[in-house]
């Protein structure tokens, strides 16, 4: 497995609403580590230092090893709740993971070649369906991104799942379709705000017209 960001944690000796709030007033943030076949252990980290990771992107898809006293675990953010409020941590589950574990994360798509892209000169627009794909990777060995070329896409073309080049071990949790990922749509044409109005006079017009007639029509039948 390669190097993960260290997380120091020190062990929790009494769980519940009562600990974790008093942890909460002190700094730190309560968690859990589970999985493996071997039992949980209840933890608490620097909430300081939670941030600055949770910040650097990604959280929830990376591994990290997570330092409790001398032991380390290799793990993967599972869950995740924040404050309603102030969007701080209040608690983190944690997942032990080997570099053959086999896991299901989100992987971002990213775009290549948008600037070059044949229907996107012509004028189309990029629809995104999926910024986001849920694929199965090995712990070890997680993407960073999904990335997708679009150079010779034209307006019409819709970008699935079997035309990208996956990372080695990489599969997508969907398995039973061929699923849309982008499309490139037909360029939207504004109204011009001048034959707007040109066919509002028109309109005006007509009904005028048609107001008048009816008239003559009625006097004549007087």
């Given amino acids: 497995m390669s190097e993960n960001a260290v997380l120091i944690a020190e062990t929790r000796d009494r769980v519940g609403k009562g600990t974790s709030r008093a942890l909460r007033r002190d700094g730190r943030t309560p968690a859990v580590i589970y999985g493996d076949k071997k039992d949980p252990i209840s933890i608490s980290l620097?909430?300081?230092?939670?941030?600055?990771?949770?910040?650097?992107?990604?959280?929830?898809?990376?591994?990290?090893?997570?330092?409790?006293?001398?032991?380390?675990?290799?793990?993967?953010?599972?869950?995740?709740?924040?404050?309603?409020?102030?969007?701080?941590?209040?608690?983190?589950?944690?997942?032990?993971?080997?570099?053959?574990?086999?896991?299901?994360?989100?992987?971002?798509?990213?775009?290549?070649?948008?600037?070059?892209?044949?229907?996107?000169?012509?004028?189309?627009?990029?629809?995104?369906?999926?910024?986001?794909?849920?694929?199965?990777?090995?712990?070890?060995?997680?993407?960073?991104?999904?990335?997708?070329d679009l150079l010779n896409y034209d307006i019409g073309d819709s970008v699935h799942i079997s035309e990208v080049n996956l990372p080695d071990g990489a599969a997508p949790t969907i398995s039973d379709r061929d699923f849309t990922i982008a499309t490139i749509a037909s360029p939207t044409v504004e109204p011009d705000p001048e034959d707007e109005e040109a066919a509002e006079d028109e309109d005006g017009v007509e009904a005028e017209e048609g107001s008048e007639e009816a008239e003559a029509e009625e006097t004549g039948e007087e």
């Fill in 46 to 148: 620097e909430t300081k230092e939670l941030v600055k990771t949770i910040n650097h992107g990604a959280f929830l898809s990376s591994v990290f090893t997570v330092q409790v006293g001398s032991t380390k675990h290799n793990v993967l953010p599972r869950d995740m709740q924040l404050h309603p409020i102030n969007d701080m941590p209040v608690h983190v589950d944690f997942l032990r993971v080997s570099a053959k574990s086999q896991i299901a994360v989100m992987v971002a798509v990213r775009f290549l070649n948008e600037e070059e892209c044949v229907g996107l000169k012509r004028g189309g627009v990029l629809n995104v369906v999926r910024y986001e794909i849920e694929m199965m990777v090995p712990a070890g060995n997680i993407p960073e991104a999904i990335e997708i």
